[in-house]
Nanobody
Framework: QVQLVESGGGLVQAGGSLRLSCAASGRTFRRVAMGWFRRAPGAEREFVAA??????????FYADSVKGRFTISRDNAKNTVYLQMNSLKPEDTAVYYC????????????????WGQGTQVTVSS
């Protein structure tokens, strides 16, 4: 069983930055892929970024909408994954969810076994 706790959300002006953190329980953290998804009001949950586990070399993957602005990283010693979000736009406003233990494309909601409760990010114009 893996438990995920997100933090770091908040209110920021357009063009600003935030860093989200996701602390995970479990001794096999380094092996599992981790992802970030988001759900804007009235929309479906969508893929944002993912980072694979140790067996696949910690590759990173991004949605086109955030590529070049967001960076996913992980600190295996702290069992934590981060999402650095720069040049934020009002359309980035959403609840951001951390997810763990996926295989396949890493971009699909149904590929992940564990989810956090989410943290709100609001970008004002």
């Amino acid at each position: 069983q893996v438990q995920l706790v997100e933090s770091g959300g908040g209110l920021v002006q357009a063009g600003g930055s935030l860093r989200l953190s996701c602390a995970a329980s479990g001794r096999t953290f380094r092996r599992v892929a981790m992802g970030w998804f988001r759900r804007a009001p009235g929309a479906e949950r969508e893929f944002v970024a993912a980072i694979s586990g140790s067996w696949t070399g910690y590759g990173d993957f991004y949605a086109d909408s955030v590529k070049g602005r967001f960076t996913i990283s992980r600190d295996n010693a702290k069992n934590t994954v981060y999402l650095q979000m720069n040049s934020l736009k009002p359309e980035d406003t959403a609840v951001y969810y951390c997810a763990a233990d996926a295989s396949g494309t890493y971009r699909r909601v149904d590929e992940y076994h564990y989810w956090g409760q989410g943290t709100q990010v609001t970008v004002s114009s």
